[in-house]
């Protein structure tokens, strides 16, 4: 399966960036990513997250794609 993966925002060190099959296989999803020495890496992949998992995470309330809790 192939992706287009598209960086949709970042804010210091985090990430929020789009995943989308180019076939339509599956549903899109998100990816919160993490830079680290340089290096980003993924912290969660899906389709929807609670904002308590973002939090716990670190990610910005920024990145978060749905209201703030």
């Known amino acids: 399966?192939?992706?287009r993966?598209?960086?949709e925002d970042v804010s210091?060190?985090?990430a929020r960036a789009r995943v989308d099959?180019?076939?339509k296989e599956t549903d899109p999803a998100l990816v919160?990513?993490?830079?680290?020495?340089g290096k980003w890496e993924g912290l969660i992949i899906g389709?929807?997250?609670q904002?308590?998992?973002?939090?716990e995470l670190g990610v910005p309330k920024n990145l978060w794609r749905w209201n703030y809790d």
């Open 1 to 3: 399966m192939e992706f």
């Open 47 to 49: 389709t929807s997250f």
């Open 32 to 37: 919160y990513l993490k830079r680290t020495g």
């Open 5 to 7: 993966i598209t960086m």
């Open 21 to 23: 099959p180019l076939k």
């Open 12 to 14: 210091g060190d985090f």
């Open 51 to 55: 904002n308590s998992d973002l939090k």
